[in-house]
């Protein structure tokens, strides 16, 4: 059951090349990276949440460079149809047959840019072949190749032209993460290393999908002990029974909150779970689920505050 | 655990109260006989209520089946039946206590146990431990059970007169000792039972657990001082405040169990001598060969109820220091001195000051003054008494012989006429038979005639000696003790000395009543002991030239109070003087006259005096034995904490763990619930004082963790352990340290979950 050291000291490896080339890109944003590989390897689906501008395609594009593998990208727009994003079968006048053309989802990671500007139902479409990691045209379903990883941004909701992501759709990413403003030194630094090209044309891959394949089998082995279970429900269940918040989180989320502390754990080197695991992923795993209580709401309570105060209320089981 | 550590508080509890319940020595005797039933009623009421609590019954129930218990226990005592159903049993248990309750309203106390007040002593007892059980454990109010403990010390403070409350208690009523232990055991209790407050009560989570555990802590030391220093005032206080019960007449026994205070000179010597333990009262180191009497006061006045004081002539001038003028002894006459260093027991208070007679001088500290013609000392500074005094005095002997003071005339005006004074109703019965016994003996000189009264009371009187009497010392009870009555020529010391001297008064003899010791025992180390079944009163009679002389009417008898066993015959320090230097005297007076050896005494008595330096010995076993009780007291959280380290540190990283975590809280470092082991690191990692220590918390982490969240777990290397105690305690000021080792926070406010005695938990605070 549990992995063997040889096993991390791989993840350890790919996953330093990984972030050392993204880092290169995105400079001080070390803990956005890490989550970034989290998501990665535990098989979820990023949402990159952030004013325009920070670098969120920027990020999305460096982890998908350095890494072998298909790579595509869709810009979201109001008029983009759910076909551009699943594809769609035309007639092909030679072999009189239809011929499934695949659209944007095709690909090992996909770079859904600006996702709430799209039409809700184009939204869904995607969600959809993110969830089922297939795809379904004319009664005929494609399965999508794994890695698999979909990797949105979207604006603040209240910027003009955009389409508030409904709950359930955003329950289907595993985290949510703002990159926020880099640091002056990091910004100071971009200014000179983007005078002369974008650092991002220089990026080589430095692994590939199938080495990526092998490190999701590697993160399936780390150990989550019963109490670190126990702990994650009584995370999650905490939310459910809050006051100050309306809806909280799905079973779902539990289940992406203990994946995403598997990956975090082996990329620590660890072949098992600590309870700090799932407390340091709590906040983007779980935030983007959550929603307010028109009370907390209108007493100006954030999501993250309120998750704080539960995450300290909720003792960490020692045995 | 839980169940054997409510065991041991119940039977802790038991102990507490049995220990309240021997106080009631005070005011009963032979409790002792009685200390098999109530220490069965005691373990039957613990283990009974022990058990019932482990079991569903509902509380109501345990106090009714301890009663039932106890009672089964009174009743076989007293009927040898636990049921007493039938008819005989029945007769016995009414007879009992209708017996009980008459002791009661007839006897003053000391009363005795057996045929006596045994059903209301086991009743007492058993209500007292049933109620205490109740309160401190089926309703788990300790603190409210020290009222419980508090009744049964009332209990002797109450009915022994003297002063109220605690002061009382620690000078009257109960011992200090006992009391200090019966307020030891209850503060036990009540530190124990909060520390099991907290181990079931649990917190709750939002609660800050440092503050929270720090205001539990406050609350514990807080009930342990309060009931700590008041403790220690109600036994240092009485002892720094002046006594003011003792009054200038006057000497009589205290409550039987040891203090004897003097109240009335003449009075109830009796209850001296048959009552509660011989207990040493003076020690007297001197270099004079045969140490006989010492008198404590003497009495001139005689009237129709009692022999009593009469008045002094006390000046500034006729103090405690230096030398002291024998009244009547003519500077002719050869004497012989004698150098007595004498110290009193603290237990011994009195306003009159036990010295050798005749005395030639004295050095005593305090105000005591003497008049001239009784030489005898009474306190005139406020306060002051015998208790604890030590002292010298000069002894003078005047080396009389028979021939001398046959010559001698009475010494009619040479004294006060008040020393031959009658009350004007002394019955005739007392002349005629003062003058019929002289006569009949031919008498004709003073001498000859008082050793004629004094042979026809030892000897040719019928007269038995008897402490049995309820007749005192004045006119009209002489009178019933001289005559033919039922109760007639039967009494003790106090009659015989009283009616001698009475009878002498009507020969125109001046005469008076000397109270005081009889012959000391000599001890191994050479000094001599009086106590208090050695107090004596005889008659001094007055003769021209020599003083006053002693007589000794009183018959030996032996049997009930052991001085008299071997009777000492008059003059027995004065060999040359009177009766048992003439040919009349009694020759087995002489051979018993020297001071008893421990030897002669165990073979002679039936009762066998203590001596001084037992008493003492069992006062120090006593005093040793408390402070070793509260050095353990004390010494208990470091050795509970030192144990608890030495079993951790052999064991797996949680129990290290758990040390860790100990040691932190005795340290005074606040310690978090409900954190993960690496957000603790954090919080202690500060405070560890050394690099190996970081390293070793570092390791300590990895290791728990791996215990808990991993598959498998790797075992601690000792060594970290040593490393991180050692850098969390060169951290600390060395302050901390030492109240981290000697009364570890850890140990006086635990608060595990039931079942997880030794299994560390993150939730501590």
Same mark, same amino acid.
């Given at each position: 059951?549990?992995?063997?050291?040889?096993?991390?000291?791989?993840?350890?490896?790919?996953?330093?090349?990984?972030?050392?080339?993204?880092?290169?890109?995105?400079?001080?944003?070390?803990?956005?990276?890490?989550?970034?590989?989290?998501?990665?390897?535990?098989?979820?689906?990023?949402?990159?949440?952030?004013?325009?501008?920070?670098?969120?395609?920027?990020?999305?594009?460096?982890?998908?460079?350095?890494?072998?593998?298909?790579?595509?990208?869709?810009?979201?727009?109001?008029?983009?149809?759910?076909?551009?994003?699943?594809?769609?079968?035309? #007639?092909?006048?030679?072999?009189?047959?239809?011929?499934?053309?695949?659209?944007?989802?095709?690909?090992?990671?996909?770079?859904?840019?600006?996702?709430?500007?799209?039409?809700?139902?184009?939204?869904?479409?995607?969600?959809?072949?993110?969830?089922?990691?297939?795809?379904?045209?004319?009664?005929?379903?494609?399965?999508?190749?794994?890695?698999?990883?979909?990797?949105?941004?979207?604006?603040?909701?209240?910027?003009?032209?955009?389409?508030?992501?409904?709950?359930?759709?955003?329950?289907?990413?595993?985290?949510?993460?703002?990159?926020?403003?880099?640091?002056?030194?990091?910004?100071?630094?971009?200014?000179?290393?983007?005078?002369?090209?974008?650092?991002?044309?220089?990026?080589?891959?430095?692994?590939?999908?199938?080495?990526?394949?092998?490190?999701?089998?590697?993160?399936?082995?780390?150990?989550?002990?019963?109490?670190?279970?126990?702990?994650?429900?009584?995370?999650?269940?905490?939310?459910?029974?809050?006051?100050?918040?309306?809806?909280?989180?799905?079973?779902?989320?539990?289940?992406?909150?203990?994946?995403?502390?598997?990956?975090?754990?082996?990329?620590?080197?660890?072949?098992?779970?600590?309870?700090?695991?799932?407390?340091?992923?709590?906040?983007?795993?779980?935030?983007?689920?959550?929603?307010?209580?028109?009370?907390?709401?209108?007493?100006?309570?954030?999501?993250?505050?309120?998750?704080?105060?539960?995450?300290?209320?909720?003792?960490?089981?020692?045995? | 655990?839980?169940?054997?550590?409510?065991?041991?508080?119940?039977?802790?509890?038991?102990?507490?109260?049995?220990?309240?319940?021997?106080?009631?020595?005070?005011?009963?005797?032979?409790?002792?006989?009685?200390?098999?039933?109530?220490?069965?009623?005691?373990? #039957?009421?613990?283990?009974?209520?022990?058990?019932?609590?482990?079991?569903?019954?509902?509380?109501?129930?345990?106090?009714?089946?301890?009663?039932?218990?106890?009672?089964?226990?009174?009743?076989?005592?007293?009927?040898?039946?636990?049921?007493?159903?039938?008819?005989?049993?029945?007769?016995?248990?009414?007879?009992? #206590?209708?017996?009980?309750?008459?002791?009661?309203?007839?006897?003053?106390?000391?009363?005795?146990?057996?045929?006596?007040?045994?059903?209301?002593?086991?009743?007492?007892?058993?209500?007292?431990?049933?109620?205490?059980?109740?309160?401190?454990?089926?309703?788990?109010?300790?603190?409210?059970?020290?009222?419980?403990?508090?009744?049964?010390?009332?209990?002797?403070?109450?009915?022994?007169?003297?002063?109220?409350?605690?002061?009382?208690?620690?000078?009257?009523?109960?011992?200090?000792?006992?009391?200090?232990?019966?307020?030891?055991?209850?503060?036990?209790?009540?530190?124990?039972?909060?520390?099991?407050?907290?181990?079931?009560?649990?917190?709750?989570?939002?609660?800050?657990?440092?503050?929270?555990?720090?205001?539990?802590?406050?609350?514990?030391?807080?009930?342990?001082?309060?009931?700590?220093?008041?403790?220690?005032?109600?036994?240092?206080?009485?002892?720094?405040?002046?006594?003011?019960?003792?009054?200038?007449?006057? #000497?009589?026994?205290?409550?039987?169990?040891?203090?004897?205070?003097?109240?009335?000179?003449?009075?109830?010597?009796?209850?001296?001598?048959?009552?509660?333990?011989?207990?040493?009262?003076?020690?007297?180191?001197?270099?004079?060969?045969?140490?006989?009497?010492?008198?404590?006061?003497?009495?001139?006045?005689?009237?129709?109820?009692?022999?009593?004081?009469?008045?002094r002539s006390i000046p500034k001038s006729q103090g405690s220091h230096g030398e002291v003028p024998?009244a009547?002894?003519?500077?002719?006459?050869?004497?012989?001195?004698?150098?007595?260093?004498?110290?009193?027991?603290?237990?011994?208070?009195?306003?009159?000051?036990?010295?050798?007679?005749?005395i030639?001088a004295i050095d005593a500290?305090g105000d005591w003054r003497y008049d001239t013609s009784t030489d005898?000392f009474v306190?005139v500074g406020?306060?002051?008494?015998?208790?604890?005094?030590?002292?010298?005095?000069?002894?003078?002997?005047?080396?009389?012989?028979?021939?001398?003071?046959?010559?001698?005339?009475?010494?009619?005006?040479?004294?006060?006429?008040?020393?031959?004074?009658?009350?004007?109703?002394?019955?005739?019965?007392?002349?005629?038979?003062?003058?019929?016994?002289?006569?009949?003996?031919?008498?004709?000189?003073?001498?000859?005639?008082?050793?004629?009264?004094?042979?026809?009371?030892?000897?040719?009187?019928?007269?038995?000696?008897?402490?049995?009497?309820?007749?005192?010392?004045?006119?009209?009870?002489?009178?019933?003790?001289?005559?033919?009555?039922?109760?007639?020529?039967?009494?003790?010391?106090?009659?015989?000395?009283?009616?001698?001297?009475?009878?002498?008064?009507?020969?125109?003899?001046?005469?008076?009543?000397?109270?005081?010791?009889?012959?000391?025992?000599?001890?191994?180390?050479?000094?001599?002991?009086?106590?208090?079944?050695?107090?004596?009163?005889?008659?001094?009679?007055?003769?021209?030239?020599?003083?006053?002389?002693?007589?000794?009417?009183?018959?030996?008898?032996?049997?009930?109070?052991?001085?008299?066993?071997?009777?000492?015959?008059?003059?027995?320090?004065?060999?040359?003087?009177?009766?048992?230097?003439?040919?009349?005297?009694?020759?087995?007076?002489?051979?018993?006259?020297?001071?008893?050896?421990?030897?002669?005494?165990?073979?002679?008595?039936?009762?066998?005096?203590?001596?001084?330096?037992?008493?003492?010995?069992?006062?120090?076993?006593?005093?040793?034995?408390?402070?070793?009780?509260?050095?353990?007291?004390?010494?208990?959280?470091?050795?509970?904490?030192?144990?608890?380290?030495?079993?951790?540190?052999?064991?797996?990283?949680?129990?290290?763990?758990?040390?860790?975590?100990?040691?932190?809280?005795?340290?005074?470092?606040?310690?978090?619930?409900?954190?993960?082991?690496?957000?603790?690191?954090?919080?202690?990692?500060?405070?560890?004082?050394?690099?190996?220590?970081?390293?070793?918390?570092?390791?300590?982490?990895?290791?728990?963790?791996?215990?808990?969240?991993?598959?498998?777990?790797?075992?601690?290397?000792?060594?970290?352990?040593?490393?991180?105690?050692?850098?969390?305690?060169?951290?600390?000021?060395?302050?901390?340290?030492?109240?981290?080792?000697?009364?570890?926070?850890?140990?006086?406010?635990?608060?595990?979950?039931?079942?997880?005695?030794?299994?560390?938990?993150?939730?501590?605070?």
């Amino acid at each position: 059951m549990s992995t063997p050291s040889a096993d991390l000291e791989t993840v350890a490896r790919v996953s330093g090349r990984i972030r050392g080339n993204v880092e290169r890109v995105i400079e001080g944003k070390s803990d956005v990276v890490f989550s970034t590989l989290v998501v990665l390897l535990a098989e979820g689906h990023l949402l990159i949440e952030d004013v325009p501008g920070v670098g969120k395609t920027q990020l999305a594009k460096a982890l998908a460079r350095s890494i072998d593998c298909t790579v595509r990208r869709i810009q979201f727009t109001p008029d983009l149809l759910p076909s551009d994003v699943t594809g769609v079968s035309v #007639f092909n006048q030679n072999t009189r047959e239809f011929e499934f053309r695949p659209g944007g989802v095709f690909a090992n990671i996909v770079v859904g840019d600006e996702i709430n500007r799209a039409s809700p139902k184009t939204q869904s479409a995607l969600l959809e072949c993110m969830e089922e990691r297939q795809v379904t045209v004319d009664t005929k379903t494609y399965q999508l190749e794994s890695p698999f990883l979909v990797i949105a941004t979207q604006n603040p909701i209240e910027m003009e032209g955009t389409y508030v992501l409904p709950e359930a759709q955003r329950d289907r990413f595993m985290a949510r993460v703002s990159i926020g403003y880099p640091p002056t030194a990091a910004e100071m630094a971009m200014i000179t290393a983007h005078a002369g090209a974008n650092p991002l044309d220089d990026l080589e891959p430095v692994t590939d999908a199938a080495e990526i394949r092998k490190l999701v089998g590697i993160v399936s082995q780390v150990h989550v002990s019963e109490p670190v279970q126990r702990y994650a429900v009584g995370i999650v269940t905490a939310t459910r029974a809050s006051s100050e918040l309306s809806l909280g989180a799905s079973p779902r989320a539990t289940l992406h909150l203990v994946r995403a502390a598997k990956a975090a754990a082996a990329l620590q080197g660890r072949d098992f779970v600590l309870p700090d695991d799932i407390s340091a992923l709590a906040l983007p795993v779980l935030t983007h689920r959550l929603l307010l209580s028109a009370e907390a709401a209108l007493g100006g309570r954030q999501v993250a505050d309120v998750l704080r105060s539960l995450l300290g209320a909720v003792p960490v089981p020692s045995a | 655990m839980r169940a054997s550590r409510d065991f041991l508080l119940t039977l802790l509890t038991a102990a507490t109260v049995l220990l309240a319940v021997g106080s009631w020595s005070r005011i009963v005797y032979g409790l002792d006989h009685a200390m098999v039933p109530i220490v069965l009623i005691g373990t #039957f009421v613990a283990i009974a209520g022990w058990g019932l609590r482990l079991t569903t019954t509902p509380r109501w129930v345990i106090p009714l089946v301890q009663l039932a218990l106890a009672w089964s226990v009174v009743s076989s005592r007293l009927t040898r039946t636990p049921v007493p159903l039938r008819h005989v049993p029945r007769l016995r248990l009414e007879d009992a #206590f209708l017996a009980a309750g008459d002791a009661i309203a007839h006897a003053a106390p000391p009363v005795p146990v057996i045929d006596g007040v045994l059903p209301f002593v086991l009743c007492g007892a058993a209500l007292a431990f049933v109620v205490a059980d109740l309160l401190a454990h089926t309703l788990r109010l300790p603190a409210v059970a020290g009222l419980v403990l508090l009744t049964v010390l009332a209990v002797p403070i109450s009915v022994v007169s003297g002063q109220a409350g605690i002061t009382g208690a620690a000078r009257n009523g109960v011992a200090p000792w006992l009391f200090a232990l019966v307020v030891a055991g209850w503060l036990a209790q009540v530190v124990i039972a909060e520390g099991d407050r907290l181990d079931r009560g649990g917190r709750q989570l939002d609660v800050d657990d440092a503050a929270s555990s720090a205001v539990t802590s406050r609350s514990v030391v807080a009930t342990v001082a309060v009931g700590g220093t008041a403790t220690v005032l109600a036994l240092v206080v009485p002892f720094a405040i002046p006594t003011m019960h003792v009054r200038l007449d006057g #000497f009589g026994a205290g409550p039987g169990g040891g203090h004897v205070t003097v109240t009335n000179p003449m009075v109830d010597v009796r209850r001296n001598l048959v009552q509660g333990a011989d207990v040493p009262l003076v020690r007297v180191t001197t270099d004079d060969p045969d140490p006989g009497y010492l008198r404590i006061a003497v009495l001139t006045r005689f009237n129709a109820t009692q022999w009593s004081a009469g008045d002094r002539s006390i000046p500034k001038s006729q103090g405690s220091h230096g030398e002291v003028p024998i009244a009547g002894l003519s500077p002719k006459t050869p004497v012989a001195t004698y150098n007595y260093s004498i110290a009193i027991n603290p237990d011994f208070e009195s306003r009159w000051l036990p010295t050798p007679a005749p005395i030639k001088a004295i050095d005593a500290a305090g105000d005591w003054r003497y008049d001239t013609s009784t030489d005898d000392f009474v306190a005139v500074g406020k306060g002051l008494n015998t208790a604890g005094l030590t002292y010298t005095a000069v002894r003078s002997e005047p080396d009389l012989t028979a021939a001398d003071l046959d010559d001698m005339s009475s010494g009619v005006g040479q004294v006060a006429s008040s020393y031959t004074d009658q009350p004007p109703n002394l019955p005739a019965i007392v002349s005629q038979l003062a003058h019929k016994v002289t006569r009949d003996a031919d008498a004709s000189t003073p001498l000859e005639q008082a050793v004629a009264l004094q042979d026809w009371f030892r000897e040719s009187g019928g007269f038995t000696y008897s402490t049995a009497t309820d007749l005192g010392s004045g006119a009209t009870d002489l009178a019933r003790f001289l005559g033919s009555g039922p109760d007639s020529k039967t009494g003790y010391c106090q009659q015989f000395a009283a009616a001698m001297a009475a009878m002498a008064r009507t020969l125109g003899i001046p005469a008076r009543v000397a109270v005081g010791f009889l012959s000391p025992t000599e001890q191994s180390d050479g000094t001599y002991v009086y106590s208090s079944h050695d107090m004596h009163a005889w008659p001094e009679l007055y003769f021209a030239g020599a003083g006053w002389i002693r007589f000794e009417p009183t018959p030996a008898s032996g049997t009930v109070v052991p001085g008299y066993a071997h009777d000492p015959t008059s003059l027995t320090q004065q060999p040359s003087i009177g009766p048992s230097a003439s040919a009349s005297a009694q020759p087995q007076a002489a051979q018993t006259a020297k001071p008893r050896t421990n030897a002669q005494q165990s073979a002679g008595d039936k009762s066998i005096p203590i001596p001084l330096e037992s008493h003492h010995t069992w006062r120090w076993v006593a005093l040793a034995a408390l402070l070793a009780l509260l050095g353990a007291l004390v010494a208990m959280p470091g050795a509970v904490r030192r144990r608890r380290r030495r079993t951790r540190l052999n064991g797996t990283a949680e129990d290290a763990w758990a040390e860790m975590r100990d040691t932190v809280i005795d340290l005074g470092i606040a310690w978090a619930d409900g954190i993960s082991p690496r957000a603790t690191r954090q919080l202690v990692d500060r405070y560890v004082g050394t690099h190996e220590g970081h390293l070793a918390l570092d390791q300590l982490v990895d290791a728990v963790e791996r215990e808990r969240y991993a598959a498998s777990s790797t075992p601690l290397d000792p060594q970290v352990m040593t490393d991180l105690l050692e850098g969390l305690k060169l951290g600390q000021p060395a302050a901390t340290v030492r109240h981290a080792a000697w009364w570890p926070r850890s140990v006086l406010h635990r608060h595990r979950g039931p079942g997880a005695a030794d299994r560390p938990m993150d939730r501590v605070g």
